[in-house]
């Protein structure tokens, strides 16, 4: 079983939807959770953490569950800027590891 | 504000060649440094990292190697490249005691 596991898509929405990724991870020891956003050829950026009581940014909703060991994502009124991968990150490791799960990738359409 | 760097951006290399990939980091002292690559179509792989000057840690035994010879500069070399050695190249930095890390812009490899 992957670390860090996700639906690869990709997930083809019309803009304007709402659309929603889920993550599972292994290690229940795990301290630390992310979402990265990378577009093509490009380095992944820094999404927005993942905090256990749930958090916001604009269009951007993240949630976690520990007891299920997931993660989700909820992004609202899709734009068509948001087509990339978005890469679901997890600290599981001493230190200061991060493992990544493969990307799930989205396509927002006119 | 901290900026992080990765040259060249793109490399075409002959099998068996040897490889040298810098990457430097701005606006910050004593980060950790990362070296990631990512296969066409795949999740990263953490490479090396390192927490100090001449402290390199591997992850995954190849016949890649990592130095950091100064605080803020973290370089990936191998004597031969292998056909399996292409990929997308990324170097990042985090703070210690902080989870999040930073990428920098990548080095595309391809080796003929």
């Known amino acids: 079983r992957k670390e860090v596991e996700q639906d690869p898509g990709p997930f083809n929405v019309p803009e304007g939807a709402t659309v929603a990724f889920n993550c599972t991870y292994s290690n229940s020891a795990s301290q630390s959770f992310f979402w990265y956003r990378q577009d093509c050829r490009k380095e992944p950026k820094l999404l927005m953490s993942?905090?256990?009581s749930g958090n916001e940014d604009g269009r951007f909703t993240a949630q976690l569950n520990r007891a299920s060991q997931y993660i989700s994502l909820l992004i609202r009124d899709s734009k068509l800027s948001d087509s990339a991968t978005y890469l679901c990150v997890v600290n599981s490791r001493a230190g200061n590891m991060l493992t990544f799960g493969g990307g799930t990738r989205l396509m927002v359409k006119p | 504000s901290q900026t992080i760097h990765q040259w060249p951006a793109t490399l075409v290399q002959p099998v068996g060649s040897p490889l040298s990939l810098e990457c430097t980091v701005e606006?910050?002292?004593?980060?950790?440094l990362y070296w990631y690559r990512q296969a066409a179509g795949r999740g990263l792989q953490l490479l090396f990292y390192s927490v100090g000057i001449g402290q390199i840690s591997s992850e995954v035994p190849q016949n890649l190697s990592a130095s950091r010879p100064q605080d803020r500069q973290f370089i990936l070399s191998s004597k031969k490249l292998l056909l399996s050695d292409s990929g997308f190249y990324l170097c990042?930095?985090?703070?210690?005691?902080?989870?999040?890390?930073?990428f920098g812009p990548g080095t595309r490899l391809t080796v003929l």
């Open positions: 993942v905090y256990s």
């Open positions: 990042a930095w985090g703070l210690a005691g902080v989870s999040e890390q930073f």
């Open positions: 606006g910050t002292s004593n980060p950790n």
